[in-house]
């Protein structure tokens, strides 16, 4: 039991520390950079700017607005990447998987010939579990998740894991939006910031 509560505090605070990077969020105006403006410069910014200052933009009140409005984004943004976070830590604690065994990518063709490496947030392969119990939890869902897409026979019984992607707020689709296929056929959890596909044994550039 104590070792449980020492991972759910270590996935707390997690969460906490990606979320405690949305306080320290400064609006940029456009003007790029990593560290935004604080109060004091947007003044300097807006007031030294005629056109700005005679509509009465140089206010603390719009300064508020831009920080709000850039900070939701960078919220939304934080929770995917703690989310991700924990999703691979829990796969170590969970599956005894190292933390290369717990993550994916893969490459596609882009631009002019070019090749760009895409990755995803999550990844089991049956081979990499060395526990017995660990992999019979996971055949078993396996198993469940093959049913649910209508898979059986011996597709059904090639499946070798599962790879995950989780994103907030939007609604996830298939890698390059294409049509899935049976290589890798998505489908929605019940919350929608989570989807997985099931992985077949197949010749790819994935690492």
Known sequence: ?????????????????SLAVCLRY?????????????????????????FYSW????????YAAHRAAG??????RQIGL????????????HLGLTAEQATWSYT??????????????GRISLDDIADAGARDRVERWLRDAAEALELRGPRAKQI???VFEIRQGTR???????TPTWQTRPTHMPIRSCRWSLCFPRRSTTT
Do not use: W
Not at 172 to 178: E, F, L, N, V, Y
């Open 108 to 121: 596609v063709k882009a631009a002019g010939g070019k090749r760009r490496r895409l990755a995803l947030d």
């Open 160 to 162: 070798q894991g599962a």
């Open 172 to 178: 996830a689709r298939t890698p390059t939006d294409r």
């Open 71 to 76: 900070g939701i984004t960078s919220l939304y």
């Open 26 to 50: 400064h609006p940029k105006f456009g003007k790029g950079g990593e560290a935004g403006y604080s109060l004091e410069e947007f003044y300097a910014l807006y007031r030294g700017d005629n």
């Open 1 to 17: 039991m104590h070792g449980a509560e020492t991972a759910d505090n270590r996935y707390l605070n997690t969460i906490r520390e």
């Open 55 to 62: 509509f009465g933009l140089d206010s603390p009140l719009v």
């Open 82 to 93: 703690a989310c991700e976070k924990v999703l691979l830590q829990a796969f170590q604690d």
